[in-house]
C-alpha cells in the first residue's frame, strides 16, 4: 500500500484527504493519505520519521512550508519561492516542490486562461502571494504585487527580480490597485480579505469584462471579489481551483500518473459545501 499524508499544525480541518483518496479510488490505488499534527518545533524529525517509515509523499502546510526547505532537495520554482509544500520521497534526499505556485498555473490553463504575456496584479505578498508572483512572473508579461504594507510588497518584488532578472516586477501600497487593475489581464486576490467578512480588497469599478479573476479564498467560495468581477463581465476562478491544482500537481509528482481531475474536483467540492 502507498501511504501519502499531510504535515502541518493544525490540520484538522484540511480537505486534501478526501480529494487525494477520490483520486485513490478513481484509479483504483491501494493508497490512503493521513494527516499529521508534529509540534511546531519537530519538523525535521517528522520529515526523517515520514522517510524512515517509508511514506511515499507528504504535503506540507501552515507553518512548515519554510522549514522544510532545508531537509529536501527542492526544484528550481521552489527554491526560488523559499517554501516547499510536496515532498515526494521516492528519491534520496527527497525532492522539495511548490505546488501552490505550479497549480496557479494549471488552473489558469484549465479555464483556457493565456497568463503568457499577460499583465497581471497579485494583491497580497504573504505566503499565497508570494508563490502567485514568482509562478506568474517566470511567464507573464508585467506583474504588479499591491499589498496593504507596501514595504512587503517591495520587498517580494525586489526577491522576485533578483530571481528572475528578465521578469517587470512592480509593487506598492493597495491604492496602486486604481491604476493597475484596469489594464491588466490577470488578478489574483492572494489575501485573507473575503474569508471572515463580506469584503474584497479590490473596489468592483476597477473590474472589467476583459480580466481574468482568481481568488485564492476559498472559504467562501463565491467571495464579493468574485461576485463582483462576475457582474462586470469578467472570467472568474474561485480559490477552489487553485487548492484543486496543488493537489492535481502532487498527485502527479508522486505517481507519474494524470490525475483524476474531475474526481478530485467533485471530492473538494463536497467539503466545501
Ligand atoms: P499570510 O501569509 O498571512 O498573508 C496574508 C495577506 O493578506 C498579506 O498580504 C496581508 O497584508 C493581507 N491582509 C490580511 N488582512 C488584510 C486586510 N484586512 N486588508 C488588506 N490586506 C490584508 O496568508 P497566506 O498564507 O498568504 O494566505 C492568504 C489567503 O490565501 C488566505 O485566505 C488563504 O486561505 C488563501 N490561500 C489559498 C490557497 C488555495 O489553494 N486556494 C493556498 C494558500 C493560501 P499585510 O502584509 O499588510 O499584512
Not at 515526494?88 to 503568457?116: E, K, L, Q, W
Request: hydrophobic share 45%; proline share 5%.
Amino acid at each position: 500500500m502507498h501511504v501519502y499524508g499531510l504535515i502541518g499544525n493544525p490540520v484538522g480541518h484540511s480537505l486534501s484527504p478526501p480529494m487525494h483518496e477520490a483520486a485513490y479510488r478513481e484509479l483504483d490505488m491501494d493508497a490512503r493519505y493521513v494527516t499529521f499534527e508534529p509540534d511546531t518545533d519537530a519538523v525535521a524529525r517528522a520529515v526523517d520519521g515520514a522517510a524512515a517509515l517509508g511514506l511515499d509523499g507528504l504535503n506540507v502546510t501552515i507553518p512548515f512550508k519554510r522549514d522544510v526547505l532545508d531537509l529536501v532537495e527542492p526544484d528550481d520554482l521552489a527554491a526560488r519561492i523559499g517554501a516547499v509544500n510536496t515532498i515526494d520521497f521516492s528519491t534520496s534526499p527527497p525532492r522539495g516542490y511548490n505546488t501552490d505556485a505550479a497549480g496557479v498555473r494549471r488552473a489558469f490553463a484549465h479555464h483556457d486562461v493565456r497568463i503568457s504575456g499577460a499583465d497581471a496584479v497579485v494583491v497580497g505578498a504573504g505566503g499565497a502571494g508570494r508563490a502567485v508572483a514568482f509562478t506568474l512572473a517566470e511567464t507573464c508579461g508585467t506583474v504588479h504585487v499591491a499589498n496593504r504594507t507596501e514595504e512587503r510588497a517591495r520587498s517580494l518584488a525586489a526577491d522576485v527580480r533578483s530571481e528572475l532578472p528578465s521578469a517587470t516586477v512592480t509593487a506598492g501600497g493597495l491604492d496602486t490597485l486604481a491604476d493597475r487593475v484596469p489594464a491588466a489581464d490577470l488578478l489574483v486576490n492572494a489575501t485573507s480579505v473575503g474569508m471572515d467578512k463580506d469584503e474584497t480588497p479590490v473596489a468592483a469599478e476597477l473590474l472589467h469584462a476583459d480580466l481574468a479573476v482568481l481568488d485564492a479564498v476559498y472559504s467562501p467560495i463565491e467571495t464579493r471579489l468574485l461576485r463582483e468581477a462576475a457582474a462586470a463581465g469578467a472570467t472568474t476562478l474561485d480559490g477552489a481551483w487553485m487548492l484543486l491544482f496543488q493537489g492535481v500537481v502532487a498527485f502527479e509528482h508522486w505517481t507519474g500518473r494524470d490525475a483524476p481531475v474531475d474526481a478530485m474536483n467533485a471530492a473538494l467540492r463536497s467539503g466545501l459545501r
